[in-house]
């Protein structure tokens, strides 16, 4: 069940609590697919709108970051693996399981219900 996008953009899913026929939220999702969008992630930035899907990858750093940030790590399915908050210039240890992360703002996955065992999709730049 291998997964391969182009950058650009698309929409991040979070099913709801109930199932995910319940209450969601979709984000605006950016892709940073190729060797140098996954490179630059969120470097140089002050804000993120949305979240930055970074695809393959299983460990990330903030080393440069203005901002703290949100990481999810993704297994194939798409499922989440772990969410943690990382201030700038850190090394995030790699996952073994990993082979997604995404990036958003510190605090505002907690907030879209994102958090281990939950499965998101990805609609849009596949």
């Known amino acids: 069940m291998g997964r391969r996008w182009r950058d650009g953009t698309g929409r991040l899913v979070v ?3 109930e199932d995910e026929a319940g209450p969601r939220v979709v984000l605006p999702l950016e892709i ?3 060797y140098r969008a996954r490179t630059k992630g969120l470097l140089g930035r002050d804000a993120v709108d949305g979240v930055l899907l970074l695809s393959p990858a299983s460990g ?10 949100d990481v999810a790590y993704l297994d194939r399915r798409l ?12 090394l995030g240890l790699p996952r073994p399981r ?19 065992g939950v499965r998101v999709g990805v609609e849009g730049s596949e």
């Open 79 to 90: 499922t989440v693996l772990a969410v943690r908050t990382m201030p700038p210039g850190r």
């Open 32 to 34: 940073a697919a190729s």
């Open 60 to 69: 990330v750093h903030t080393f440069g970051m203005r901002i703290p940030i």
């Open 15 to 17: 099913p709801g609590e």
């Open 98 to 116: 990993a082979r997604h992360v995404l990036e958003a703002e510190a605090g505002t996955m907690a907030g879209w219900g994102l958090r281990a």
